[in-house]
Protein backbone atom coordinates (compact mmCIF):
# COMPACT_ATOMS: atom_id res chain seq x y z
CA UNK A 1 0.00 0.00 0.00
CA UNK A 2 1.44 3.24 -1.29
CA UNK A 3 0.98 6.17 1.56
CA UNK A 4 1.89 9.60 -0.11
CA UNK A 5 4.39 11.64 1.83
CA UNK A 6 4.19 15.50 2.39
CA UNK A 7 7.18 17.25 -0.56
CA UNK A 8 8.46 13.54 -1.93
CA UNK A 9 7.44 12.54 -5.59
CA UNK A 10 4.67 13.58 -6.94
CA UNK A 11 3.37 15.49 -3.97
CA UNK A 12 7.03 17.70 -4.21
CA UNK A 13 5.27 21.05 -5.07
CA UNK A 14 2.87 21.08 -1.97
CA UNK A 15 5.63 21.14 0.49
CA UNK A 16 6.22 24.98 1.13
CA UNK A 17 8.23 27.07 3.73
CA UNK A 18 5.88 29.10 6.10
CA UNK A 19 8.01 32.50 7.27
CA UNK A 20 6.74 34.22 10.91
CA UNK A 21 5.82 37.15 10.81
CA UNK A 22 7.73 37.76 14.38
CA UNK A 23 11.57 38.65 13.14
CA UNK A 24 14.00 37.18 15.63
CA UNK A 25 15.60 40.00 17.97
CA UNK A 26 19.32 40.96 17.38
CA UNK A 27 21.98 41.24 19.81
CA UNK A 28 23.13 44.68 20.25
CA UNK A 29 25.92 46.15 22.85
CA UNK A 30 25.20 48.86 25.44
CA UNK A 31 26.71 51.89 24.23
CA UNK A 32 27.99 53.74 27.11
CA UNK A 33 30.63 55.98 25.97
CA UNK A 34 29.14 59.19 24.43
CA UNK A 35 26.95 59.35 28.11
CA UNK A 36 30.00 60.15 30.34
CA UNK A 37 31.21 62.92 28.34
CA UNK A 38 29.88 67.07 28.60
CA UNK A 39 27.23 67.53 25.83
CA UNK A 40 27.95 70.52 24.25
CA UNK A 41 26.59 72.23 21.30
CA UNK A 42 27.12 74.57 18.65
CA UNK A 43 24.80 76.76 17.51
CA UNK A 44 23.72 77.77 13.94
CA UNK A 45 25.81 80.00 12.22
CA UNK A 46 28.24 79.61 14.80
CA UNK A 47 31.01 77.17 12.46
CA UNK A 48 31.65 73.67 13.09
CA UNK A 49 34.40 73.98 15.76
CA UNK A 50 33.74 73.84 19.63
CA UNK A 51 36.71 75.93 21.82
CA UNK A 52 36.73 75.11 25.58
CA UNK A 53 38.67 76.96 28.41
CA UNK A 54 39.98 76.47 31.42
CA UNK A 55 41.44 79.28 33.87
CA UNK A 56 44.66 77.36 35.38
CA UNK A 57 45.47 77.82 38.79
CA UNK A 58 48.68 79.39 40.04
CA UNK A 59 50.96 77.49 42.54
CA UNK A 60 50.14 78.36 45.94
CA UNK A 61 52.26 81.56 47.01
CA UNK A 62 54.33 80.15 50.32
CA UNK A 63 56.98 82.96 50.21
CA UNK A 64 56.68 84.94 52.83
CA UNK A 65 56.01 89.19 52.00
CA UNK A 66 58.90 91.73 52.24
CA UNK A 67 57.26 94.38 54.59
CA UNK A 68 56.79 97.13 52.40
CA UNK A 69 58.37 95.51 49.08
CA UNK A 70 55.25 94.21 46.61
CA UNK A 71 56.55 90.81 45.23
CA UNK A 72 56.41 89.82 41.26
CA UNK A 73 53.37 90.24 39.36
CA UNK A 74 51.78 86.45 39.02
CA UNK A 75 51.06 85.73 35.00
CA UNK A 76 47.84 82.95 35.20
CA UNK A 77 47.09 81.55 32.08
CA UNK A 78 44.52 79.87 30.06
CA UNK A 79 44.35 76.94 28.74
CA UNK A 80 42.15 76.31 25.30
CA UNK A 81 40.15 72.79 24.25
CA UNK A 82 39.23 72.51 20.70
CA UNK A 83 37.16 69.70 18.68
CA UNK A 84 35.68 70.15 15.42
CA UNK A 85 32.00 68.78 14.49
CA UNK A 86 32.26 66.15 11.51
CA UNK A 87 29.11 64.47 9.88
CA UNK A 88 28.91 60.66 9.44
CA UNK A 89 26.07 58.73 7.38
CA UNK A 90 24.89 55.61 5.18
CA UNK A 91 22.10 54.69 3.28
CA UNK A 92 20.44 51.88 1.64
CA UNK A 93 18.16 51.73 -1.81
CA UNK A 94 15.39 49.60 -2.53
CA UNK A 95 13.47 48.85 -5.37
CA UNK A 96 9.52 49.36 -5.15
CA UNK A 97 9.02 45.60 -5.66
CA UNK A 98 10.82 44.94 -2.70
CA UNK A 99 8.72 47.49 -0.86
CA UNK A 100 5.46 45.82 -1.97
CA UNK A 101 6.35 41.80 -2.40
CA UNK A 102 8.76 41.15 0.32
CA UNK A 103 8.01 38.82 2.83
CA UNK A 104 8.98 40.69 5.78
CA UNK A 105 8.06 44.53 6.19
CA UNK A 106 11.44 46.24 4.71
CA UNK A 107 11.04 49.78 5.84
CA UNK A 108 10.10 49.00 9.21
CA UNK A 109 13.17 46.97 9.84
CA UNK A 110 15.60 48.43 8.34
CA UNK A 111 14.40 51.71 10.14
CA UNK A 112 15.39 50.42 13.34
CA UNK A 113 18.51 48.55 11.77
CA UNK A 114 20.23 51.91 10.62
CA UNK A 115 18.90 53.53 14.32
CA UNK A 116 21.46 50.94 15.75
CA UNK A 117 23.84 51.77 13.69
CA UNK A 118 24.05 55.26 14.04
CA UNK A 119 24.32 53.98 17.98
CA UNK A 120 27.22 52.18 17.02
CA UNK A 121 28.83 54.95 14.92
CA UNK A 122 28.57 57.63 17.60
CA UNK A 123 30.23 55.44 20.21
CA UNK A 124 32.59 54.86 18.30
CA UNK A 125 33.98 57.56 17.23
CA UNK A 126 33.77 58.77 21.01
CA UNK A 127 35.47 55.15 22.09
CA UNK A 128 38.32 55.83 19.50
CA UNK A 129 39.31 59.44 20.73
CA UNK A 130 38.86 59.29 24.86
CA UNK A 131 41.24 55.48 24.11
CA UNK A 132 43.63 57.62 23.17
CA UNK A 133 44.24 59.51 26.17
CA UNK A 134 47.52 59.93 27.13
CA UNK A 135 47.46 58.58 30.69
CA UNK A 136 47.68 54.61 30.79
CA UNK A 137 48.63 52.00 33.05
CA UNK A 138 49.12 48.14 32.58
CA UNK A 139 48.26 44.90 33.70
CA UNK A 140 51.16 43.59 36.29
CA UNK A 141 54.77 44.07 35.27
CA UNK A 142 54.18 45.21 31.94
CA UNK A 143 54.84 48.78 31.00
CA UNK A 144 53.68 49.26 27.12
CA UNK A 145 50.73 47.39 25.33
CA UNK A 146 53.15 44.54 23.53
CA UNK A 147 54.25 43.65 27.18
CA UNK A 148 51.01 42.39 28.00
CA UNK A 149 51.35 38.65 28.60
CA UNK A 150 48.17 35.99 28.19
CA UNK A 151 49.07 34.94 31.82
CA UNK A 152 47.16 35.61 35.18
CA UNK A 153 49.76 38.23 35.98
CA UNK A 154 48.53 40.54 33.31
CA UNK A 155 44.89 40.13 34.40
CA UNK A 156 42.60 42.79 36.19
CA UNK A 157 42.72 42.15 39.81
CA UNK A 158 42.27 44.27 42.84
CA UNK A 159 45.54 45.35 42.52
CA UNK A 160 44.65 47.09 39.04
CA UNK A 161 41.33 48.90 40.47
CA UNK A 162 43.39 50.22 43.40
CA UNK A 163 46.15 51.70 41.31
CA UNK A 164 43.53 53.46 38.79
CA UNK A 165 41.78 55.13 42.08
CA UNK A 166 45.15 56.44 43.29
CA UNK A 167 46.16 57.88 39.45
CA UNK A 168 42.87 59.47 40.00
CA UNK A 169 42.84 60.84 43.39
CA UNK A 170 46.19 61.67 43.38
CA UNK A 171 45.44 64.84 40.88
CA UNK A 172 42.14 65.57 42.55
CA UNK A 173 40.07 64.29 40.00
CA UNK A 174 36.37 65.31 40.51
CA UNK A 175 33.75 61.81 40.54
CA UNK A 176 32.15 61.09 37.70
CA UNK A 177 28.84 59.88 38.96
CA UNK A 178 26.97 59.68 42.38
CA UNK A 179 30.10 60.45 43.97
CA UNK A 180 32.44 57.52 42.17
CA UNK A 181 34.32 57.37 39.45
CA UNK A 182 33.38 55.34 36.10
CA UNK A 183 34.79 52.64 34.87
CA UNK A 184 33.82 51.36 30.96
CA UNK A 185 34.67 47.42 31.27
CA UNK A 186 34.53 44.20 28.75
CA UNK A 187 32.91 41.45 29.77
CA UNK A 188 36.09 39.58 29.68
CA UNK A 189 37.22 41.40 31.74
CA UNK A 190 34.60 41.37 34.58
CA UNK A 191 34.94 37.84 34.37
CA UNK A 192 38.53 37.62 35.44
CA UNK A 193 37.79 39.96 38.87
CA UNK A 194 35.07 37.56 39.58
CA UNK A 195 37.88 35.02 39.73
CA UNK A 196 39.76 37.45 41.78
CA UNK A 197 39.23 36.11 45.63
CA UNK A 198 39.75 39.86 46.83
CA UNK A 199 37.25 41.02 44.91
CA UNK A 200 34.70 38.52 45.47
CA UNK A 201 35.69 38.27 49.45
CA UNK A 202 34.88 42.43 49.45
CA UNK A 203 31.27 41.64 48.25
CA UNK A 204 31.03 38.56 50.76
CA UNK A 205 32.14 40.92 53.96
CA UNK A 206 31.27 44.24 53.31
CA UNK A 207 28.34 43.72 50.58
CA UNK A 208 24.98 42.97 51.33
CA UNK A 209 24.11 39.35 51.82
CA UNK A 210 20.77 39.18 49.92
CA UNK A 211 19.77 39.49 46.08
CA UNK A 212 21.08 42.48 45.98
CA UNK A 213 24.83 41.60 46.59
CA UNK A 214 26.45 41.98 43.00
CA UNK A 215 27.99 38.65 43.09
CA UNK A 216 24.27 37.49 42.91
CA UNK A 217 23.35 39.89 40.11
CA UNK A 218 26.43 39.02 38.16
CA UNK A 219 27.87 42.39 38.15
CA UNK A 220 30.45 44.51 39.44
CA UNK A 221 28.49 47.43 40.53
CA UNK A 222 30.52 49.56 42.98
CA UNK A 223 34.03 48.88 44.52
CA UNK A 224 36.78 51.54 45.65
CA UNK A 225 34.62 54.03 45.25
CA UNK A 226 34.30 53.06 41.32
CA UNK A 227 30.67 52.22 39.44
CA UNK A 228 31.32 49.83 36.92
CA UNK A 229 29.67 49.79 33.76
CA UNK A 230 29.99 46.47 31.16
CA UNK A 231 29.40 46.39 27.65
CA UNK A 232 31.08 44.10 25.21
CA UNK A 233 31.42 47.40 22.79
CA UNK A 234 34.70 48.15 25.60
CA UNK A 235 37.76 49.24 23.33
CA UNK A 236 39.80 45.31 22.73
CA UNK A 237 43.10 45.35 21.11
CA UNK A 238 43.68 42.28 18.90
CA UNK A 239 46.92 40.89 18.25
CA UNK A 240 49.07 43.75 19.85
CA UNK A 241 49.69 42.17 23.24
CA UNK A 242 53.03 40.18 24.25
CA UNK A 243 53.04 37.14 21.81
CA UNK A 244 50.47 38.98 19.38
CA UNK A 245 47.94 38.47 22.24
CA UNK A 246 44.51 39.80 22.94
CA UNK A 247 44.63 43.51 24.80
CA UNK A 248 41.43 44.72 26.90
CA UNK A 249 41.34 48.54 27.66
CA UNK A 250 39.08 49.60 30.68
CA UNK A 251 38.18 53.43 30.93
CA UNK A 252 38.23 55.23 34.25
CA UNK A 253 37.02 58.27 34.67
CA UNK A 254 36.66 61.14 36.47
CA UNK A 255 33.70 64.46 35.92
CA UNK A 256 34.07 66.19 32.24
CA UNK A 257 37.01 64.32 31.29
CA UNK A 258 35.93 64.68 27.69
CA UNK A 259 33.06 66.60 25.47
CA UNK A 260 31.05 65.42 22.86
CA UNK A 261 29.83 68.20 20.70
CA UNK A 262 27.05 68.76 18.01
CA UNK A 263 25.43 71.10 15.81
CA UNK A 264 22.05 72.35 17.02
CA UNK A 265 20.66 73.39 13.64
CA UNK A 266 21.94 69.49 12.51
CA UNK A 267 20.30 67.08 14.58
CA UNK A 268 21.21 63.53 14.09
CA UNK A 269 18.31 61.41 12.21
CA UNK A 270 16.98 58.57 10.30
CA UNK A 271 16.11 59.55 7.11
CA UNK A 272 13.51 58.02 4.27
CA UNK A 273 12.44 59.01 1.26
CA UNK A 274 9.88 57.41 -0.98
CA UNK A 275 8.92 56.36 -4.41
CA UNK A 276 8.44 59.05 -6.37
CA UNK A 277 9.74 61.66 -4.49
CA UNK A 278 13.56 61.79 -6.07
CA UNK A 279 12.40 63.41 -9.19
CA UNK A 280 14.61 62.90 -12.42
CA UNK A 281 17.00 60.38 -10.26
CA UNK A 282 13.86 58.34 -10.17
CA UNK A 283 11.95 58.42 -13.24
CA UNK A 284 10.08 56.08 -13.25
CA UNK A 285 8.83 55.54 -9.17
CA UNK A 286 11.01 52.60 -8.66
CA UNK A 287 13.50 53.41 -5.93
CA UNK A 288 13.42 54.48 -2.58
CA UNK A 289 15.99 55.12 0.18
CA UNK A 290 16.49 55.09 4.07
CA UNK A 291 19.33 56.07 5.65
CA UNK A 292 21.12 58.24 8.72
CA UNK A 293 22.73 60.92 9.31
CA UNK A 294 24.74 62.54 12.34
CA UNK A 295 27.27 65.32 13.26
CA UNK A 296 29.39 64.70 15.99
CA UNK A 297 32.80 65.92 17.88
CA UNK A 298 34.76 64.34 21.14
CA UNK A 299 37.61 66.13 22.50
CA UNK A 300 39.16 64.94 26.18
CA UNK A 301 39.32 67.76 27.69
CA UNK A 302 41.76 67.24 30.68
CA UNK A 303 44.24 63.76 30.13
CA UNK A 304 44.78 63.81 33.79
CA UNK A 305 41.03 62.49 34.84
CA UNK A 306 41.29 59.46 32.01
CA UNK A 307 43.08 56.16 32.64
CA UNK A 308 43.33 53.54 30.35
CA UNK A 309 44.09 50.34 31.78
CA UNK A 310 45.01 47.35 29.48
CA UNK A 311 45.29 44.15 30.85
CA UNK A 312 44.32 40.48 29.09
CA UNK A 313 41.25 39.93 30.46
Given amino acids: MAVQQLGVAGLTVESRTFYDKVLLGRNTPEYLHEGFGMKKSIPARGGKTLSLRKFQRPPAATTALTEGTPPAATNPTVSETTMSVAQYGAYMLGSDILEKQAVDPQITEWTEIFSEMMKDTRDQLVRNVINAGTQAAYGGTATVRSGVGSGSAFTMSWAEIRNARRLLKRVDAPTAIDGKYAAIIHPDVVRNLFGDTTVVNAFQHAGARTGDNPLFRGELGELLGIKFFETSAATTFSGLGQSAGFVYATL ?60 NG
Avoid at 255 to 274: G, M, P
Avoid at 279 to 307: M, Y
Fill in 252 to 311: FLGKDAFAVTELSSLASEVIFHDIGTSGINDPLNQVWSLGFKTAIGTGIVDQDRIVRYET
